[in-house]
């Protein structure tokens, strides 16, 4: 098991900016496979964030260009810098890892899927004015 827990949640207002991180136990089998996802209260979750297997990163329509992912594997520790922040990104965010040889991320429309098992417990976001 890996356990992966999250921080650096909290309010904002829209146009702001915040940096989440995820401190992991140990590195995942292929050094990659990880991301970020979120749940809105009634919303489903979604991926915004996901490294793939061979460390590309790769982003939901609605972020792209506002967030960045990044991995420090010496932690080993994910980060999410989201900016420009609107109030739709209001969310608990969790971060997720797939501890196999090898993990399926694709983006089809905007949308990224991504299958992963491992969770941390989630950070949430608050972006209002």
């Known amino acids: 098991q890996l356990q992966l827990v999250e921080s650096g949640g909290g309010s904002v207002q829209p146009g702001g900016s915040l940096r989440l991180s995820c401190t992991a136990s140990?590195?995942?089998?292929?050094?990659?496979?990880m991301g970020w996802f979120r749940q809105a209260p009634g919303k489903a979750r979604e991926a915004v964030a996901v490294?793939?297997?061979?460390?590309?990163?790769k982003y939901s329509g609605d972020v792209k260009g506002r967030f960045t992912i990044s991995l420090d594997n010496a932690k080993p520790s994910l980060y999410l810098q989201m900016n420009d922040l609107k109030p739709d990104g209001s969310a608990m965010y969790y971060c997720?890892?797939?501890?196999?040889?090898?993990?399926?991320?694709?983006?089809?429309?905007?949308?990224?899927?991504?299958?992963?098992?491992?969770w941390g417990q989630g950070t949430q976001v608050s972006v209002s004015s």
């Open positions: 140990r590195r995942t089998r292929t050094g990659y496979c």
């Open positions: 997720a890892a797939e501890d196999k040889t090898w993990c399926f991320v694709m983006v089809l429309n905007g949308r990224i899927r991504a299958d992963f098992d491992q």
């Open positions: 490294l793939d297997q061979d460390g590309n990163p």
